[in-house]
């Protein structure tokens, strides 16, 4: 089955700074690639996803680039707000015909003022 | 567009008691998934539906766990005889079915169970 590996967390950064929360996943085949975001208490939003090699998703100046060649889908962004304080997922789809989500731990990131 | 919803948000129970929580999808959304997602862990898989056929179960899913989508809409997840570790929030996903971007799953508020 698909498993994730996302950089350990928590990350803890001053607002302004860059980020890049890693995330190599092993899939069968080549599966959309999804990040998900999870703030205190609520439920997973979508963040960004791609659908094929070398896609780039983006959304809310958060970007990441589905590379096929080193199966990853690391995701950046250059000036992280206090706002984007919350856990991070990555998480391929099994593709075939259930399409379930494997997610990974999680990264926390935290920002300061 | 009214999102995924999903009721109770909370629940507290005393273990071997019998709880139930709905989830209602996005509006025309075939595919609806369940989660389960322990204290700092990424959320679990639990079983899936194509419309009101339940296709597919995850082995964390002891018989004591149920789940229904009687009429393709609405999606029910019974635990029966409670367990401390059940313990967990519950999540719900619903997608509109197809490839590529219409697989994208969105995600609902989640019901967090407790049993003490």
């Known amino acids: 089955g698909n498993s994730v590996t996302q950089m350990e967390g928590p990350v803890t950064l001053s607002e302004e700074a860059f980020l890049t929360i890693n995330c190599t996943y092993t899939?069968?085949?080549?599966?959309?690639l999804f990040w998900y975001v999870q703030y205190p208490g609520e439920g997973l939003q979508l963040l960004l996803k791609?659908?094929?090699?070398?896609d780039k998703g983006s959304n809310k100046g958060f970007e990441a680039t589905y590379r096929k060649e080193t199966t990853s889908f690391h995701l950046e962004k250059g000036s992280v707000q206090v706002s984007d304080s919350a856990v991070y997922f990555c998480?391929?789809?099994?593709?075939?015909?259930?399409?379930?989500?494997?997610f990974g731990k999680g990264t926390l990131l935290t920002v300061n003022p | 567009d009214t999102g995924v919803s999903q009721n109770p948000r909370h629940k507290i129970t005393k273990r071997g008691q019998n709880v139930t929580f709905r989830c209602d999808p996005i509006?025309?959304?075939?595919?609806l998934y369940w989660y389960r997602q322990t204290l700092g862990q990424g959320p679990e898989f639990l079983t899936y539906?194509?419309?009101?056929?339940?296709?597919?179960k995850s082995r964390l899913l002891s018989d004591r766990f149920s789940a229904e989508r009687p009429k393709g809409s609405f999606s029910t997840l019974e635990i029966q005889r409670t367990e401390q570790g059940d313990s967990a929030m519950y999540l719900c996903?619903?997608?509109?079915?197809?490839?590529?971007?219409?697989?994208?799953?969105?995600f609902g508020p989640g019901t967090r169970l407790l049993v003490l």
């Open positions: 509006s025309e959304h075939n595919r």
């Open positions: 539906f194509q419309n009101e056929a339940q296709l597919e």
């Open positions: 998480a391929p789809h099994s593709g075939g015909s259930n399409y379930k989500l494997t």
């Open positions: 791609a659908t094929k090699a070398d």
């Open positions: 899939a069968t085949g080549y599966p959309s």
């Open positions: 996903a619903s997608s509109l079915g197809g490839s590529g971007l219409k697989e994208t799953q969105y």
